[in-house]
């Protein structure tokens, strides 16, 4: 892995996105695709979506969200809930 950020999960959108305080400017120079990894807690994805991805539901997946934060979301539910993924969690992204 040649790169690495750590952050925390910082808050929960509306919808129930775990919310980090990754920001967009530190993601600019990352990969979006699957040679990045991304891991909170025992769940691991890989790459970075739009919000407008066309991914199917009960997917997980790391988008850049409307906060313009790094946000771990499930499509089509939240979060939050399925997870249980509480505030100060670590957020690790390795490539």
């Known amino acids: 892995m040649a790169g690495k950020i750590e952050g925390a999960v910082v808050s929960y959108s509306e919808s129930g996105n775990l919310v980090t305080d ?3 400017e530190q993601l600019k120079n990352v990969p979006t695709d699957e040679n990045l990894i991304i891991v909170c807690d025992e769940h691991e994805t890989m790459g ?3 919000a407008a991805h066309n991914q199917p539901p ?3 997946l790391a ?3 409307e906060s313009g934060h790094l946000e771990l979301t499930i499509v089509g539910d939240s979060a ?3 997870l249980g993924i509480v505030r100060g969690t670590p957020v690790v992204l390795k490539w």
């Open 48 to 50: 970075i979506f739009g």
């Open 58 to 60: 009960m997917t997980y």
């Open 22 to 24: 990754i920001t967009a």
């Open 80 to 82: 939050r809930e399925m």
């Open 63 to 65: 988008i850049l969200g």
